[in-house]
């Protein structure tokens, strides 16, 4: 990039190469300063199933759900299929409010419902298989004339030297960053297993602190799942047999299924995502970190709300 750019993007995980689109697109000139890839930022690790959007109506969480299921729907991306599938908990009448707008809700009979579960239904969601994707979403930034610098910042300071506008898409790394005392590292692991047959994703609530997920991806199947509050990055071969074995009572072809990978991320927890702008000095700084494990579900909408405050200028909050 020979001229200045508009705006630098700190971080390209699902949440900065979303939001840099969503800026590029828009007509800025945009630089990405990342300190990995994609395929080395928590987001390669994600599931990562989209929707469904369960919070209530004024929470903004919902509006930007419901942005990302839009675009997904609306513009057809390598990755992302839409797949029907189960979400089970094991109380009976546990189905939640406004679960029935889901598309392709259907209750489950006695029947059909897994052992052990007395909440089943059937819906049709998105399921994203990061790698391909955020291959995807990169080459798409670049081929709207968006540059990407594997070149870490350290500090917002010297980012605001790059470009008047700052976008921090750093997630988990944005504590380095900033002085935010409520993001936190969640631990969780990605299991994938060489997949057996299975068509079909299922997905357990309550997601605390272990639940059941399988989530089909052609050839390989990612399982879940658990989280804990921890920096501990290490795979866990006793953490793995468990998930296996979790997701084999509910799918018995998943038994002697073969692990070909396990990998450990963390998620960057926090009460709420932070999607604010700020100014600093002459900079504008947008934040858009924060997002637990719901980054791909949110994306999209963030993406939005982050990429107007850096357009529009303004400071007013949208959520933090
Ligand atoms: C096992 C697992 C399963 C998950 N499943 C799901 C799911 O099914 N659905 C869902 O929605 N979410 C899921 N998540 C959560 C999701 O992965 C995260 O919420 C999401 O990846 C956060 O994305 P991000 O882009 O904000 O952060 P990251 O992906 O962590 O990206 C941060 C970026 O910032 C860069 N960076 C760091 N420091 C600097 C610096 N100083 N300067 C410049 N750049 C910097 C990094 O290199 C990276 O590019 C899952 C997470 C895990 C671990």
Known sequence: ?????????????????????????????????????????????????????LSPPD??????TEETLRVLRDEPMPGVTLREGT???????????????TLGFRPLDDDERPTGFGTAFTVRLPLVDMPVYLAHLLQRFQGAGGEVREEPVGSLGEAAAVAPVVVN???????????DAELHPVRGPRIVVRNPGIERFFMEAPMTPTWASI?????????????????????????????V????????????????EHRVGLRPG?????????????ALVVHNYGHAGSG?????????????????????????
Request: charged share 25%; with cysteine.
């Open 215 to 243: 989530f089909p991806h052609g050839d390989h199947v990612v399982l879940g799942g658990a989280q804990r509050r921890s920096e501990d990055t290490t795979p866990d071969p006793a953490e793995e047999a468990d998930i």
């Open 59 to 64: 929470d903004p969480q919902r509006a930007w």
């Open 245 to 260: 074995a979790r997701c084999a009572r509910i799918e018995p072809a998943l038994t002697d299924a073969e692990v070909i």
């Open 87 to 101: 979400l089970a908990a094991r109380p009976a009448g546990a189905t939640p409010p406004f679960a029935e707008r």
């Open 270 to 282: 926090r009460p709420v995502p932070r999607v604010a702008a700020e100014r600093r000095g002459d």
């Open 169 to 179: 898409c750093t997630g988990l790394a944005a504590r380095h960053l900033t002085d």
């Open 1 to 53: 990039m020979t001229l200045r750019p508009d705006v630098v993007v700190l971080g390209c995980g699902v949440t900065g190469l979303s939001t840099a689109i969503r800026l590029v697109e828009g007509g800025a000139r945009v630089l990405i300063r990342t300190a990995a890839p994609p395929a080395r930022t928590t987001s390669s690790l994600a599931s990562a199933l989209v929707g469904p959007n």
């Open 296 to 320: 791909v579900m949110l994306s999209w909408g963030c993406a939005r709300d982050a990429a107007a405050l850096a357009l529009g200028g303004r400071t007013d909050r949208s959520a933090e």
